[in-house]
């Protein structure tokens, strides 16, 4: 009887080991590649841009390479477009003369985070497992970018470079920077900002913005913003006159709203989009849980009709300093390009 109870505690002690492996493993997951990306990502930084391009080409079912064209790459993104999945990127014009010269694009790339503040802007991509790292440095030095004494130094091409290949690259590509130990790429304009880039990174900051993004989990793409960044870029101020007027009655009719620290809007697998809002405290969120899903089911002035024009209103749930709101896109219609940017009445400050 005793060896049985014996037995009998391991197999408990063992299901418990198991347990808890298990939900750490389900912990690192639900911190989404972007969340992940997020980090190297500068604490200067204001408005985010995210395109997951693996998981778009998954959604599309593209069968793209290191080999395909420039045309393919062009196809590929209007289908992206259509399916309102590639409003975010900063590669677009450049996708095919970067595919077919550069030997990356968002046909091979993992995913792509474009960081913009006032500080400066980078453009990082992750590369895929087995990406030739070696062939993009030959490449590099053929365009004639000047190669840096460090593995993980600038790359300094410069608009002038960018400009004599035969299509158009955002400058956003002058000078790269490769980071094996992390397997990205990263881009600027601004050599000096990309070489700092290490030391102006967000590292783990807990934050407005990363709430957000741990609210959207496994984006496809989203437009992230601080708090500031969102309550200008989405307020009703630039909308006209009579619109303001009718956007400050509604709120005041919902219950009012409180200031974001940080604000997502984000295509999921599948077409669905989620909408993320960060505040200073629980009760801020859960009240604004209350007025802002009002909002979102009513008119919306400075865009024009109504909201349900556009989407059908899911479930809005408050969980700690965060709301939610889960938002099913109207056929034709692009929930997550429009929206990104204001006015927006139910993002309003």
Do not use: N, Y
């Not at 593209?62 to 289908?79: I, P, R």
């Not at 993992?110 to 990406?131: I, K, N, S």
């Not at 601004?190 to 989990?217: I, K, M, Q, T």
Request: proline share 5%.
């Amino acid at each position: 009887m005793r060896r049985r109870w014996i037995v009998l505690s391991l197999i408990a002690a063992l299901v418990a080991a198991t347990a808890v492996v298990v939900v750490w493993r389900l912990r690192a997951e639900d911190r989404s590649r972007f969340a992940e990306a997020l980090r190297l990502a500068p604490a200067s930084a204001a408005r985010f841009s995210w395109t997951d391009w693996a998981g778009v080409r998954e959604e599309l079912g593209a069968e793209l390479s290191s080999s395909s064209s420039g045309e393919d790459v062009t196809a590929f993104l209007a289908d992206a477009f259509d399916r309102d999945l590639s409003s975010t990127t900063a590669l677009d014009a450049s996708a095919p003369t970067a595919q077919e010269k550069l030997g990356f694009s968002p046909a091979t790339l993992d995913w792509e985070l474009f960081a913009q503040g006032t500080d400066g802007a980078l453009v990082l991509m992750g590369l895929p497992d087995g990406f030739d790292v070696d062939g993009l440095r030959d490449r590099l030095r053929s365009l004639g970018f000047e190669e840096p004494d460090e593995d993980d130094g600038v790359w300094r091409g410069g608009v002038d470079l960018l400009e004599g290949l035969d299509g158009p690259v955002t400058p956003e590509l002058a000078a790269l920077a490769i980071d094996e130990d992390d397997g990205v790429l990263v881009g600027s304009d601004d050599p000096d900002f990309l070489g700092r880039r290490a030391e102006l990174a967000r590292g783990s900051a807990e934050d407005g913005v990363s709430e957000v993004v741990d609210a959207v989990g496994p984006a496809l793409s989203a437009s992230v913003a601080t708090g500031d960044q969102a309550c200008s870029s989405l307020a009703m101020t630039d909308a006209d006159p009579a619109d303001r007027t009718r956007a400050t009655e509604l709120v005041e009719r919902a219950g009012g709203v409180h200031p974001m620290t940080g604000f997502a809007i984000a295509a999921q697998p599948g077409g669905g989009v989620r909408v993320a809002m960060a505040f200073e405290t629980e009760e801020q969120a859960r009240a604004d849980a209350d007025s802002r899903s009002q909002l979102a089911a009513g008119p919306a002035p400075g865009q024009g009709g109504s909201f349900p024009e556009r989407f059908e209103l899911g479930r809005v749930v408050a969980s700690g300093r965060v709301l939610t709101m889960a938002l099913t896109p109207v056929e034709g219609a692009f929930v997550v390009s429009d929206l990104s940017h204001g006015p927006v009445l139910f993002a309003t400050c």
